[in-house]
């Protein structure tokens, strides 16, 4: 057992805003237009829904008939996503000898996101952290409103302490130790939240093999391969029944029938006339991408149409790290499908930092210690839903003071010796880091002008003064959170949001069993993951680290113990 907090090493904590950038630019995931929000309804399934393009996002279920069928097969569990959620899920169902399939529409496994969220491990007991699990539960029911099934959250408190010790022992055949990621121990985030240390990962971390690539490799030396490049057509159902699904695959159509499925397909942040239709305000505030391409809403559509009902309220998990240079707009690029997000830098981590943010009118707007999504819905009322982070030549001291939480966690990186220019590698050969001598030098290639640039540097003078007293006179910003900028070189960046993932989906029960509109089970039908709902509202509790890779391995892992008889 390791009393290690270190999370990821400075090489690849790196990679994840440059060279992470180009295999999502590569990948066609890069840019986006503003879309104004529209009207919505509450639709007979039970999702909320755009009332002039329901049908476009839903569209109609496939037809297929029999005699295209060019291959059957029969399973007790068929798992439909080899994901987070899915590879989880077929982890238990192989230890504990059932009889399943699962399949995937990638070639491959998909990325892995290392930070796993558990409960009152042994790790955590071992480093003396002890988690108040009422005060959480009440914690993230708090962040949703209320909009949550309360005992689906404690099914995953009570449960995943397990699964974090059996993830560790699957690592340790390819030597990578468990560590548990400690934040410093003051409050974060301008006002009083409760952070307690939950995530967890396996060092050397974002360094193949990743944890889904160990997990997929193991259940094939047991004799379970994932079949891949089979995309779910439609779900095999009858009234209030699940009994498998179609899929399209190189050779045909393949139907598989199964007592029980579960759809661990991911969400749909991949799906542009989805996000227009269900999460408006997202789209307004993103301008990059960092989703799996592959989550396009296939579950959720086929769930519906088998007839379970969704969340009605959007849940989007967006980080603030999407630069782009002056100039360009929130939104979308395009229509239907085609439509992209402009920028192609989908983390430049320094965007997380509580530097000073203005708008385009050169003036501040909001408190920028929070929730990483926090500043990208308030640059929803603000002209472009784009925001310009500024700081000068002292931010490296800064950011140590600052020791913010979670993924934009930096000092550990910075006492290794990883340099500022490093750290914005992606916007600084991207050309859209601005860097002056001068504030007016800075303002003017920022793209402040006439009042504006007035505004800018009166602004900056005035954020100076609240270093000076260490009080934010006009948000209440933390005085450790405060910086002056007053020491050239100048630095500024605009930026929007980046949208990682989709977190409401269809509602589940604390089984993960698939609720009807009436709140019914649909016999046969599970959902672990993002393509699942009743857990998050509204946004993602982002200061309780680790909690959506950890909720989405303890369902998955949940469902298959449950078909063993050993939840």
Known sequence: MSNKTMSMNRRDFLGLGAAGAAVVGALGLAGCAPSAPAEKSLGETGAATDAAAASDWLGTEPEVAEGDIAETLDTDFLIIGAGTAGLAAAGAAADLGLNFIICDKANQVPETREYLGGVDTAYAKANNVEINKPKLLNELTRYASGKCNQKLIKMWIDESAEYVDWVTEVMKDQGKEVMLDMPPAHATGGTDYYVPYVQHLWEPSYVPPTRNDVIAERLSGQGHDILFEHEMVKLLHGEGTVTGAIFKTKDGYKQINAKNTLLAT??????????????????????????????????????????????????????????????????????????????????????????????????????????????????????????????????????????????????????????????????????????????????????????????????????????????????????????????????????????????????????????????????????????????????????????????????????????????
């Open 266 to 567: 991911g969400g749909y942040a991949a799906n542009p006339v989805m996000m227009r239709a269900l999460q408006p305000a997202a789209v307004a505030c993103c301008t990059a991408s960092s989703f799996n391409p592959t989550c396009t809403g296939d579950g959720i559509r086929a769930g519906i149409w088998a007839g379970a009902s969704k969340d009605i309220d959007a849940a989007p998990m967006i980080f603030d790290r999407g630069a782009v240079a002056p100039g360009v707009d929130a939104g979308y690029e395009g229509t239907d499908e085609a439509a992209v997000f402009r920028g192609n830098i989908f983390q430049e981590n320094i965007g997380s930092q509580p530097f000073m943010k203005v708008n385009r009118r050169g003036q501040r707007f909001a408190n920028e210690s929070t929730p990483y999504d926090f500043v990208c819905f308030a640059a929803t009322y603000q002209p472009g839903g784009v925001w310009c982070q500024v700081y000068d030549a002292n931010m490296m001291d800064d950011m140590v003071r600052f020791e913010t939480v979670g993924c934009s966690r930096v000092v550990p990186y910075i006492e290794m010796g990883m340099t500022f220019d490093e750290y914005t590698a992606a916007s600084q050969e991207s050309g859209i880091l601005m860097k002056a001598d001068t504030l007016e030098e800075l303002a003017d290639m920022l793209g402040f002008a006439n009042q504006d640039k007035e505004n800018f540097l009166a602004e900056v003078e005035r954020y100076n003064g609240f270093f000076d007293k260490q009080v934010d006179e006009d948000f209440g910003k933390e005085a450790y959170r405060l910086s002056a900028i007053r020491q050239a070189p100048f630095y500024g960046c605009w930026f929007g949001g980046s949208l990682l993932t989709t977190i409401d989906g269809l509602r589940i029960n604390e089984n993960c069993q698939v609720l009807d509109p009436e709140l019914n089970v649909i016999e046969g039908l599970y959902a672990a993951g993002d393509v699942s709902g009743s857990f998050f509202s509204g946004n993602y509790p982002e200061y309780i680290v680790g909690v959506a890779c950890g909720r989405s391995s303890v369902e998955g892992r949940h469902v298959a113990k449950l078909l063993a008889g050993a939840a």
